[in-house]
């Protein structure tokens, strides 16, 4: 078991489309394992493949209060989204900035599980948005794109405020 290190806005590798996953083999087992341990240290209710520089369409989910629910989504395809609902999103990979996104309010979603087979599910409430905040990030696609550009400017200068400050001087990569 490992963890992986969460790529962070504006890293263009956040911007990478995702492939479909055609081996459902040893190799994408282990990626799911650390993908689960990666979202639970870091407290998230999902993560996408992407997230973690895997370019594949993986992503996992556990909106819980337990945390011992996990859910795995490979190759997801939206089949039906009805509704609209607002809610304000967060992302390990915009650490500290949360903002209102609309999204549709129920979908039902085609995905296979790690073993290659095949199911259908219909999600609500914030189930419902955590599919679609990881659906979009296998698309390149980050809950800031929905921002005004001024806005996404704001967040852009206060993430680059935050690390200078995390950083002793001179250490930045
Ligand atoms: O942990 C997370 N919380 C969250 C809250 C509201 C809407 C979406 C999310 S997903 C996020 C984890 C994450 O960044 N997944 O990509
Ligand atoms: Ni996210």
Redo the contacts with the bound molecule.
């Keep these: 078991m490992a963890l992986m290190e969460i790529l962070e806005f504006p890293d263009p590798r956040l911007r990478t489309v995702a492939k479909p996953v055609e081996a459902f083999d040893e190799a994408l087992s282990a990626l799911v394992r650390d993908m689960l341990e990666t979202m639970y240290d870091e407290k998230?209710?999902?993560?996408?493949a992407t997230?973690v520089n895997v370019h594949q369409q993986v992503l996992v989910m556990d909106t819980s209060d337990s945390r011992e629910s996990p859910r795995v989504f490979i190759n997801p395809r939206l089949l039906v989204a009805d509704g609209v609902q607002t809610?304000e999103?967060?992302?390990?990979?915009v650490p500290g900035i949360y903002a209102n996104v609309e999204r549709a309010e129920q979908v039902r979603v085609e995905a296979r599980d790690v073993e290659g087979e095949r199911f259908e599910v219909e999600l609500e409430g914030l189930d419902a948005?955590?599919l679609q905040?990881?659906m979009d990030?296998l698309q390149g696609k980050l809950f800031v794109d929905y921002l005004s550009p001024l806005k996404r400017q704001m967040v852009r200068k206060k993430l680059e405020k935050a690390r200078r400050q995390a950083m002793p001087a001179g250490s930045q990569a």
Excluded: K, N
């Design positions: 998230g209710i999902g993560l996408a997230q809610y999103e967060g992302c390990l990979s948005v955590c905040h990881e990030h």
